[in-house]
């Protein structure tokens, strides 16, 4: 048996629009899927998208476009290969990628935030040329 690896979970209202978007926007592969979870996963992180409870979830609404959370203490940070890539991906699905004139560069990455169809916050960091 391997050892954990660190990893994080975020609920969802929708598990699997959830599920495929961070599955197709950050190129990370489903390891496995039960009722009322998701797990993507890479050789170093794992990623579980957990449903929030039916009695819980029939009462948050979700607008279209969904109100970013900017003011959680917490943002997701994902390495992607091509943020340019992952920008159009996540526009198809729902959610949003920052336009490149809102990048920065830092510790050799470019780096860029976006949010998720249920306006949850991440950031996107890529090596830089």
């Known amino acids: ?3 954990p690896k660190p990893g994080a979970v975020l609920f969802a209202k929708s598990l699997e629009r959830l599920a495929m978007f961070y599955e197709r926007t950050l190129g990370m592969p489903v390891a ?3 009722h009322g979870h998701v797990v993507l996963e890479t050789e170093t ?3 579980v998208i957990h449903a929030i409870p039916e009695p819980i979830a029939v009462a948050i609404q979700i607008s279209d476009p969904p109100e970013v959370r ?3 203490p917490i943002k997701l940070l994902f390495p992607v290969a091509s943020i340019d ?3 159009a991906i996540a526009a198809t699905l729902g959610g949003s990628v920052a336009p490149r004139e809102r990048e920065w560069v830092s510790a050799g990455r470019r780096v860029c ?3 998720d169809p249920e ?3 991440f950031q996107l ?3 830089a040329p």
Do not use: I
């Open 1 to 3: 048996m391997s050892p």
């Open 32 to 34: 496995r899927a039960t």
């Open 45 to 47: 992180f794992e990623f």
């Open 70 to 72: 900017e003011e959680t």
């Open 85 to 87: 890539d992952a920008r």
């Open 113 to 115: 935030d976006g949010h």
């Open 119 to 121: 306006g949850n916050v």
């Open 125 to 127: 960091r890529q090596a």
